[in-house]
């Protein structure tokens, strides 16, 4: 009986261990996504590890190829901006001084590389004026403008 | 105004009624003194009736639109069907609690109906602990979040429901889930009163497998219907991103499923006692964990209701949970021993086990992906997350060794399969995997993990369909019948089991579903002129043009597109924007064009004057076979609910001697 | 206007009161005393649904024998200790007064619906009736064999019930044979 106690504790233990191997091995680096700041972006050393970065697009940058569907535009900080590139269908509702949430690496020229834009969601903002947080003061304003234009956009 | 104090007022009271309940049923526990536990009793079904009061009144509120308090106009507004306004009762954060309670009370009410003879020594305890949970969110209703909080000033018209909640999918999404997350509460509250009350004998368990069983089905369509409704209504053509939320509702499922397993061998062996009341108190603890998520604002989520300030409630509570049921297992210890041990690695016992460890493996690997970021930053004081990479990268084998395991449990004999018997049950599964590898690769198809998981699930559904044919056959021997109410017979005279069989079956091709569309997919962008033409794998899409509609809540330009496969037209797939009008919002309406062999998804985003327009294309070959797994699994659960007693005909022939 | 419905409000919370705590201050409480039913009745019932799940697991290893999963040898090997334990409930059973296959509460929970459940169940009832036939004639044997033997498995004779785990002992014994806690 005890001989085979031993067996099961030794497979057990196996089993347990490589699970463990697994979920170990799992956290790699390249496996998270950072959440950093505009200004600690520009300040890091350039590697391969994904960030997500999030901030208001400067006012005036933003430019689209919409055939070759390429977006660029620059996201400001507090000290600093970071140019951002972006292939593929746009987001709804991407507008200069908009709130958007980037995901992507960087490049060796300083650009964020975007495989994931978003716009932060607009009911996020609501709340966040609703707790008198920090939030681009004429969001709704702006957003207004944007649903306009989208619907001057699509011909009658 | 008389409802709005009527609903006040009710869940204040409910709360002072909990009270009363929790008290006189531990002490009429305690005390063995009837007179108490009936108080007890009575007081859990007068908060049932006072919750169900307050219920109505915010139902009936939202559908007046009484734009006073506060709820309602955060939820609704004028222009909302009255199917939308009804579901909004769910749709925000107080709503949503008052939907748990209302459950927790409902399934305290019944459970009182269904025991009050039967488990008259556990019932005090089970009343008192479902009233501790309900006492719980009671405390948070009244205290931390209101729902029936006045407006100073009540606004002409509402904020209205986020309109990617304004689907069908996700009205029905929530309550079912719900049903399951509050379900697990029943088997909790009997295993804290078994343990009190020290009668840890067979009882309890199969009283609450019925519970479990019905908790953790509709845990699992509810999680079926979410990925259902992400794939239709979100745009990017997935199911499943491991988002916190998701992961919330995927851990109580997964221990759920453990304990439905290791329950058998409880049954049957009398072995597992410890690790099965384990199982249900991390059900039940990843359940309030869960609710707790979804509402504390501690992990960013795409599902997360506001940010909230009564986190630390939660925790609080989870912590005085985690005690006090740990603090009983350990005090009972002596009364949970195994009646057996393990005899052989080759033996169902050591298959259910071996499942075990792979399913609380896999719990612990989420929970660990889910809590990182909040580790890290308390830690570290570095903000990160943990992408999708990671969860598919540990969950991907742990999954290849379930799918295996859910053909070769069923195969194995209990306590001891000899190798000759091995070899004669597992050949002809072990053949038809190996056809299936043979296939996928004259087929070109390479990639490691779909082939495996393609190979090794055809191998379950044939060990599976192995399993039934042979049990159909013996009755075919006995009877003579035919094959299909043979079939019939077998499933319905043993439900448990064969039903179970279908679930495996059902997952058997989910998993399937899963690899070839995680593996396989193809994802192009493209913008097009109308009449232009695309290829996507193997399929050609040409884009016919777009119409504008206008609605009551919503502008939409809906996009054309001729699907054409192999120079046939096979179908036309009509992608849309919409932009609703309160809140102003846009929405992606995927134009999804379903198949059995692949699913075309098409995208719409933004088109111009001339006409031309955004797209993003994407083929998931296989995906539906992800859903009707799903039915699968379900018809499977639903066989294994039923009642003992039903269809059950000519029983005799399973006495028979071999 | 507004006093109505205070009016109302009050009766309302009042009734759910009153209902609560309507079973204190019943004068008469016979009504209350029959739901609660003898300390002996709730372990007859116990002791019928692990009978119940004895029997089922036994139907469920003849029906795998059948499929032919189970050797000979590995079938006598589940049968016995399943037999076993069924034996020893059918005698926890007769000890508190309970006749062999006339349970008293069946009829109440399945009325209408006797006749197959019922059918099966006497049906392995009587094969492990037969069963405990065949263990007495081997004591007997094993009486005139040897007296230590008989000693271990003649339990029926003055035995009594672990507290702890419930399994059969002799009233002699110090602690339990099972799982070792002491008997009183």
């Known amino acids: 009986m005890s001989s085979n106690k031993i067996k099961f504790l030794i497979a057990g233990f196996v089993i347990l261990s490589s699970f463990l191997y697994l979920a170990v091995s799992g956290f790699k680096s390249e496996n998270l996504v950072y959440f950093l700041t505009v200004d600690e972006v520009v300040k890091r050393k350039v590697d391969s590890s994904l960030l997500r970065v999030q901030g208001q697009i400067l006012e005036g940058s933003l430019k689209k190829k919409i055939d070759a569907m390429q977006i660029y535009f620059k996201i400001l900080g507090k000290e600093s901006s970071l140019p951002v590139t972006y292939t593929g269908v746009p987001p709804d509702l991407l507008e200069n001084g908009f709130p958007v949430i980037a995901e992507g690496r960087m490049n060796s020229e300083g650009t964020l590389v975007a495989h994931n834009l978003m716009v932060a969601c607009p009911s996020k903002f609501e709340e966040m004026k609703e707790k008198g947080e920090l939030m681009p003061e004429d969001h709704l304003r702006l957003m207004e403008k944007a649903l306009k234009r989208k619907s001057k956009e699509i011909p009658n | 105004m008389f409802l709005i104090d009527l609903g006040k007022y009710s869940i204040f009271s409910a709360l002072v009624l909990s009270v009363t309940s929790i008290f006189f049923s531990f002490f009429g526990g305690f005390l063995k003194n009837s007179r108490f536990i009936k108080v007890g009793i009575n007081s859990a079904i007068s908060v049932f009736v006072l919750i169900v009061a307050a219920s109505c009144s915010l139902i009936y509120l939202l559908m007046v639109r009484d734009y006073r308090v506060k709820y309602v106009a955060n939820h609704v507004n004028n222009s909302l069907e009255a199917f939308y306004r009804f579901s909004a009762f769910w749709g925000g954060q107080e709503g949503s609690l008052m939907l748990w309670l209302l459950l927790l009370c409902l399934y305290c009410y019944l459970v009182i109906r269904q025991n009050l003879n039967r488990n008259l020594d556990l019932m005090p305890f089970v009343v008192g602990t479902l009233m501790v949970t309900a006492f719980f969110f009671l405390f948070l209703l009244n205290f931390m979040t209101l729902p029936f909080d006045l407006n100073a000033i009540p606004p002409v018209d509402g904020k209205g429901l986020n309109p990617l909640l304004q689907d069908w999918g996700m009205v029905i999404h929530p309550p079912n889930l719900y049903i399951g997350y509050v379900g697990y509460v029943v088997p909790f509250s009997f295993c804290i009163a078994a343990l009190i009350s020290g009668k840890l004998d067979d009882q309890w368990i199969q009283t609450i497998r019925r519970w479990t069983l019905f908790a953790w089905f509709f845990n699992g369509t509810g999680i079926l219907l979410g990925g259902a409704w992400a794939y239709k209504e979100l745009g990017w053509g997935g199911y499943w991103a491991w988002d916190p939320v998701e992961n919330a509702s995927l851990m109580p499922w997964l221990t759920a499923t453990a304990f439905l397993h290791s329950v058998i061998i409880q049954e049957k062996r009398g072995m597992l006692k410890v690790w099965n009341v384990v199982l249900i108190i991390l059900t039940y603890l990843l359940t309030i964990f869960g609710t707790f998520v979804t509402r504390s604002g501690i992990l960013s989520s795409v599902h997360a209701f506001a940010n909230s300030n009564f986190g630390w409630v939660f925790l609080v509570y989870l912590l005085f949970a985690l005690f006090i049921s740990f603090l009983l297992v350990f005090f009972r210890l002596s009364k949970l021993k195994s009646e057996h041990e393990l005899e052989s690695f080759f033996s169902r016992e050591a298959g259910f086990l071996l499942n075990n460890v792979v399913f609380v493996s896999i719990t612990f690997a989420i929970f660990w992906g889910t809590m990182f970021p909040v580790v890290s930053e308390l830690v570290e004081g570095i903000k990160v997350t943990v992408g999708p990479p990671f969860f598919d990268q540990v969950n991907v084998p742990m999954g290849m060794f379930l799918l295996l395991l859910l053909g070769a449990g069923p195969l194995m004999a209990w306590r001891i399969t000899s190798v000759s018997q091995m070899k004669k049950s597992f050949l002809v599964p072990i053949i038809v995997g190996l056809l299936g590898v043979f296939v996928l690769v004259l087929f070109e198809i390479h990639h490691l993990f779909a082939v495996m998981a393609f190979s090794l699930s055809v191998f379950s559904i044939s060990a599976i369909f192995l399993e039934f044919y042979k049990g159909s056959k013996l009755i075919k021997e006995r009877l003579s019948l035919n094959y299909m109410s043979c079939f019939w017979l077998l499933t319905m005279n043993n439900k448990r089991r064969f039903g179970g069989y279908i679930v495996h079956l059902g997952m058997a091709i989910l998993f399937v579903g899963v690899a070839a569309s995680s593996a396989y997919q193809v994802t192009e962008e493209v913008r097009l002129r109308p009449g232009e033409s695309f290829h996507v794998g193997s399929v050609r899409m040409r884009y016919e043009g777009f119409k504008q509609e206008i609605s009551d809540s919503y502008r939409a330009v809906r996009a054309k597109l001729s699907v054409f496969n192999m120079g046939h037209l096979i179908g036309t797939v009509f992608p849309e924007r919409r932009i609703y009008f309160t809140p102003p919002q846009p929405t992606t309406e995927a134009g999804i064009g379903r198949g059995f062999l692949f699913d075309i998804y098409a995208v719409f985003s933004d088109v111009d004057s001339r006409g031309a327009a955004s797209f993003k294309f994407m083929v998931n070959p296989l995906l539906n076979w992800i859903w009707f797994g799903g039915i699968v699994f379900s018809l499977g659960s639903i066989i294994c609910f039923l009642p003992d007693r039903w269809g059950k005909r000519k029983g005799e022939i399973f006495s028979l001697k071999g | ?184």
């Open chain 3, 1 to 184: 206007m507004e006093f109505i419905s205070l009016a109302i409000l009050f009766v309302f919370f009042l009734g759910a009161c009153v209902f609560s705590f309507w079973p204190l201050v019943r004068v008469s409480s016979t009504s209350l005393e029959v739901n609660f039913s003898s300390e002996k009745n709730q372990k007859i019932s116990r002791l019928m649904s692990e009978r119940d799940n004895i029997y089922k697991n036994i139907l469920e290893v003849r029906f795998d024998k059948a499929m032919k999963k189970l050797t000979e040898d590995d079938y006598s090997r589940l049968l016995n200790p399943l037999n076993e334990k069924a034996l020893n409930v059918l005698r926890r059973l007769e000890a508190l007064g309970v006749k062999e296959g006339h349970p008293i509460f069946d009829s109440k929970d399945r009325n209408g619906n006797l006749n197959e459940d019922e059918n099966i169940r006497d049906r392995v009832e009587k094969e492990i009736l037969g069963y405990r036939k065949s263990v007495a004639d081997l004591e007997e044997k094993n009486i005139s064999q040897n007296d230590d033997i008989n000693e271990e498995k003649n339990s029926t004779v003055g035995s009594t019930f672990c507290p702890t785990c419930e399994h059969l002992c002799k009233i002699v014994d110090k602690f339990c044979s099972n799982c070792g806690s002491e008997i009183k």
